[in-house]
Each structure stands twice: as structure tokens, then as C-alpha cells.
């Protein structure tokens, strides 16, 4: 397992940006973002791959975009347009064997978490 802290989140309105950042305490194959959302299950943001590009759920119709920095071993992701059922807490994952966006079988590192909150 690697170390993930993230940082940013907070409150907006709806049609705002945030921007999020996870920092690694190591290298790892994927780093992704997921979000657990009132009332559903965990779902995947965005994952990006080593060497590779970001897929992103579906839900997030070009709102959002992932950026990952090799050297700093950190992945960004910037959310604009956000909306109210965009609110709830975001996670960062790692896994080195696997980067799928649409299951979180496979990520073995995990953020503690940071909230997302969107008013309308």
C-alpha cells in the first residue's frame, strides 16, 4: 500500500470549481479519484494510468479533468460546472495492478477523504 493524502474540497454553489490534489508517498501504476455520494454506492471519478490518459465516469459529461504529475506523484482533479448531486466525499485510490474508473475491485491504497458539498 501507498500513502495518499488529499487535499481541497469544500462548499460551493452550483455551477462552481473545485480543485482537488492527492499526493503519493511512492509511485503507483494508477492513481484515480472515486466518490461516495448519499444514497449510492461508491463510484468512480476518473482513473489515469501510468504513461496513459484519464477515462472518467460517465456521469461527469466533460465537467471534470484529471491531471497527474509524474514527478510530484500527484493527480489533480479539477471540477467545474459542479453540481448539487456532485456533493459528497471524494476519495484518491492507487492500485498497482489495475485502472478501471467503473469498479473499485483492484485499489489497494486509499485518501481518507475529502468533502464535496454543492448548493443550489
Known amino acids: 500500500q501507498v500513502e495518499l493524502v488529499e487535499s481541497g474540497g469544500g462548499s460551493v454553489q452550483a455551477g462552481g470549481s473545485l480543485r482537488l490534489s492527492c499526493g503519493a508517498v511512492?509511485?503507483?501504476?494508477?492513481m484515480a479519484w472515486f466518490r461516495q455520494v448519499p444514497g449510492k454506492e461508491r463510484e468512480g471519478v476518473a482513473s489515469?494510468?501510468?504513461?496513459?490518459?484519464?477515462f472518467y465516469g460517465d456521469f461527469v459529461q466533460g465537467r471534470f479533468a484529471a491531471s497527474r504529475d509524474y514527478a510530484k506523484r500527484t493527480l489533480d482533479l479539477q471540477m467545474d460546472n459542479l453540481r448539487p448531486e456532485d456533493s459528497g466525499i471524494y476519495y484518491c485510490?492507487?492500485?498497482?495492478?489495475?485502472?478501471?474508473?467503473?469498479?473499485?475491485?483492484?485499489?489497494?491504497?486509499w485518501g481518507q477523504g475529502t468533502q464535496v458539498s454543492v448548493s443550489s
Open positions: 485510490a492507487g492500485s498497482e495492478t489495475v485502472c478501471r474508473v467503473h469498479t473499485d475491485n483492484g485499489y489497494t491504497s
Open positions: 489515469f494510468v501510468l504513461g496513459g490518459r484519464p
Open positions: 511512492g509511485s503507483l501504476y494508477c
